[in-house]
């Protein structure tokens, strides 16, 4: 589960390595400290050792890996337009990636990963214009994706400010932000393999898992992002948290307390349920049974998260009945 | 996941499942659960998913079980 699984086919092979060695070949030409860092794992994963980064195939397949999620709709494309493409959206995506950081104050050297963001955003639009004639609609989609993008990240920062701002609407445009410079990738190769009309279906998938996503971790790291302070939809749906101002003091007893109450958890889970049937359904009409695959594979993940949580409710109700009625 | 081996013990095991989608997916059972009184919830148990006070005592632990599985792992689809 996680893993990005290529389409068995040479072609697809080479070309996923022809991506992971044009980015050694970009972190070459960067000045050595941003080189060293854009070759470090935590660079964007976050994790704290100096393990080196692998490549593209270290992230989630999501971030750099969707056209070979979608590749039997996108092999059609000759090897130069999808290398040009895939190494564009790749840059693209890590640059978003550090921007997050950034943002998050998760960003180990914060000047230094502005700097090397900048990098991968120029570099990734250097390859998207090497791609795509500026007479393309590709760059309505470009601008359009980027708007978003860039009020998603708007809205995280002001809810993080007032958590009153953490609606539902709020929290689906963080996440359409989230997901936009992935879009940016899918949006280019549509145009360039001039199949326009396959990008609002892979769009709406992408927008309908990212909603699903950003709720799943919600509901798995509700006790971490509260002692960090951390403003998430999920958290201002529980009572104590509920339509104030700011977050209070850090009672994961009493936040625990209240998800139990109501169950929140089960409920939770139940709308990322439907909004990852969303996702699977928007791609349906579509030729991705690897895209396909991987929604299902969350589906199936979120629902064993469901009967976790629902058998640990039962307990908690029944226990009690039991013990009473036996004594 | 205990094993089931007897007939009766698989009947129970079946009705544990039955029980965990109907906790799931139905709201009527759902709501039971979380705000019923004691004797609302055996009713409950008893006319929508068949179970008898005594077979509710004998399928808890294998309920406990399936509760306490920690091996699944929270990883979003984009994380």
Redesign the interface.
């Known amino acids: 589960?996680?893993a990005l699984k290529l389409p068995s086919n040479p072609r697809a092979t080479w070309l996923f390595a022809e991506v992971d060695s044009r980015y050694q070949a970009f972190c070459a030409r960067l000045p050595e400290s941003l080189g060293r860092m854009a070759r470090l794992r935590r660079t964007y994963l976050g994790s704290p050792s100096d393990e080196l980064f692998k490549g593209i195939a270290d992230l989630?397949p999501?971030?750099a890996g969707t056209p070979w999620m979608f590749w039997e709709q996108l092999e059609r494309l000759n090897d130069a337009q999808f290398l040009t493409i895939a190494e564009g959206g790749a840059l693209f995506a890590l640059a978003s990636i550090l921007l997050d950081h950034i943002i998050d104050r998760q960003a180990d050297q914060p000047e230094a990963a502005t700097l090397l963001h900048q990098a991968l955003h120029t570099r990734g639009i250097e390859c998207l214009r090497a791609a795509l004639p500026t007479s393309s609609s590709f760059w309505a989609h470009f601008e359009r994706l980027s708007a978003d993008h860039l009020a998603g990240l708007a809205a995280e920062l002001d809810a993080q400010a007032d958590p009153s701002c953490m609606r539902e609407e709020t929290f689906i445009r963080m996440a359409h932000g989230?997901?936009s410079p992935i879009v940016v990738t899918l949006a280019a190769l549509a145009e360039a393999s001039g199949q326009p009309g396959i990008l609002p279906h892979m769009e709406a998938s992408l927008k309908h898992?990212?909603v699903?996503?950003?709720l799943?971790?919600d509901?798995?790291?509700w006790q971490e992002d509260m002692h960090a302070g951390h403003v998430t939809y999920f958290l201002t749906q529980v009572p104590p948290y509920r339509n104030s101002q700011a977050m209070p003091a850090h009672d994961v007893e009493a936040a625990g307390a209240a998800i139990d109450?109501?169950?929140l958890d089960?409920d939770y889970l139940?709308v990322t349920l439907d909004w990852l049937k969303k996702s699977a359904e928007a791609a349906r009409g579509l030729a991705c049974p690897g895209w396909l695959e991987?929604?299902e594979g969350?589906r199936q993940?979120t629902d064993?998260?469901?009967?976790?949580a629902?058998?640990?409710?039962?307990?908690r109700?029944?226990?009690?009945?039991?013990a009473?009625?036996?004594s | 996941m205990a094993a089931k081996e007897t007939p009766s013990s698989r009947e129970h095991w079946d009705k544990l499942i039955r029980l965990i989608e109907l906790a799931k997916k139905s709201r009527t059972l759902s709501n039971t659960m979380r705000h019923g009184k004691p004797s609302e919830v055996v009713a409950a148990l008893r006319d929508q998913v068949g179970l008898s006070a005594e077979e509710v005592a004998m399928i808890l632990d294998d309920l406990e079980l399936i509760a306490d599985r920690g091996s699944v792992r929270w990883w979003s689809p984009l994380g």
């Open positions: 589960m996680g989630n999501v971030l989230k997901v898992i990212a699903a996503s950003q799943l971790d509901i798995g790291d109450a109501d169950w089960v139940n991987y929604v969350y993940l064993e998260h469901l009967t976790v629902v058998a640990r409710h039962l307990v109700v029944l226990r009690p009945i039991v009473g009625s036996a």
